[in-house]
C-alpha cells in the first residue's frame, strides 16, 4: 500500500468516526451535533422545559413545566424525531416541525382532524435537518449520561464560567 492510499484510508477512517457520522452510521440519519446542540440551546429553546442538560429540569431553578429526562430516554432515533417533530397532543410537548400537521405524516393526522380544545401546541418551528440535527446532539451528548457535570455545563454554555455552572464547582 502507498504511503499516499495509507494516508487516504486513514483520512476516511478519522472521517467516519466523528461523532456526525458514528449517529449516521448508528442510526440511519445524518446529523451534526454540533449544530444539534445550537437549535437545543438557541432556537427551539429546548433547555425551558427539559433544563439545559436534559434532566427535565433536576436541580434547576427555572419556572416552567418539567419535563422528561432526555438523560434518561431510551426512545430510538425515529421515534424522537417524530415527537420533536410532531410534539405529544394532549402534553405540554409541542411540535417543532415546520410541515407539522399540514398533512397526515404525524401520526396520521392533520390539525383540522383535532377538536380546538385539543390542537397540539406549536412551539419554535425548524426544519427537518435541524430536527435530526437535534436528534443527533441528543443522542451523542444527552442520552444514556448520568448526572450533569461541570465540563458539561462549560461545553454546554461555552464558557466555564456561566452561571449555571458555579453549582458543580
Same mark, same amino acid.
Given at each position: 500500500?502507498?504511503?499516499?492510499?495509507?494516508?487516504?484510508?486513514? &483520512?476516511?477512517?478519522?472521517?467516519?468516526?466523528?461523532?456526525?457520522?458514528? =449517529?449516521?452510521?448508528? $442510526?440511519?440519519?445524518? @446529523?451534526?451535533?454540533?449544530?444539534?446542540?445550537?437549535?437545543?440551546?438557541?432556537?427551539?429553546?429546548?433547555?425551558?422545559?427539559?433544563?439545559?442538560?436534559?434532566?427535565?429540569?433536576?436541580?434547576?431553578?427555572?419556572?416552567?413545566?418539567a419535563a422528561p429526562s432526555l438523560r434518561e430516554s431510551t426512545l430510538?432515533?425515529?421515534?424522537?424525531?417524530?415527537?420533536?417533530?410532531?410534539? &405529544?397532543?394532549?402534553?405540554?410537548?409541542?411540535?417543532?416541525?415546520?410541515? =407539522?400537521?399540514?398533512? $397526515?405524516?404525524?401520526? @396520521?393526522?392533520?390539525l383540522a382532524d383535532f377538536a380546538p380544545e385539543n390542537k397540539p401546541?406549536?412551539?419554535?418551528?425548524?426544519?427537518?435537518?435541524?430536527?435530526?440535527?437535534?436528534?443527533?446532539?441528543?443522542?451523542?451528548?444527552?442520552?444514556?449520561?448520568?448526572?450533569?457535570?461541570?465540563?458539561?455545563?462549560?461545553?454546554?454554555?461555552?464558557?466555564?464560567?456561566?452561571?449555571?455552572?458555579?453549582?458543580?464547582?
Open positions: 500500500m502507498t504511503m499516499t492510499r495509507l494516508v487516504a484510508v486513514s &483520512l476516511a477512517f478519522l472521517t467516519l468516526t466523528t461523532p456526525m457520522a458514528l =449517529a449516521q452510521m448508528e $442510526d440511519g440519519l445524518a @446529523g451534526d451535533p454540533e449544530r444539534g446542540k445550537v437549535v437545543y440551546r438557541s432556537v427551539g429553546y429546548c433547555g425551558n422545559c427539559h433544563g439545559w442538560p436534559g434532566d427535565g429540569l433536576t436541580g434547576t431553578m427555572l419556572q416552567a413545566p430510538d432515533t425515529e421515534t424522537l424525531f417524530e415527537i420533536i417533530k410532531c410534539g &405529544l397532543p394532549g402534553t405540554p410537548m409541542p411540535y417543532h416541525g415546520r410541515t =407539522a400537521y399540514r398533512d $397526515d405524516s404525524c401520526y @396520521g393526522m392533520a401546541r406549536r412551539g419554535k418551528t425548524f426544519s427537518d435537518a435541524d430536527i435530526t440535527n437535534l436528534v443527533a446532539y441528543l443522542e451523542t451528548s444527552v442520552m444514556g449520561l448520568g448526572e450533569p457535570t461541570f465540563e458539561e455545563c462549560a461545553d454546554f454554555f461555552d464558557n466555564p464560567d456561566a452561571r449555571p455552572c458555579s453549582r458543580f464547582k
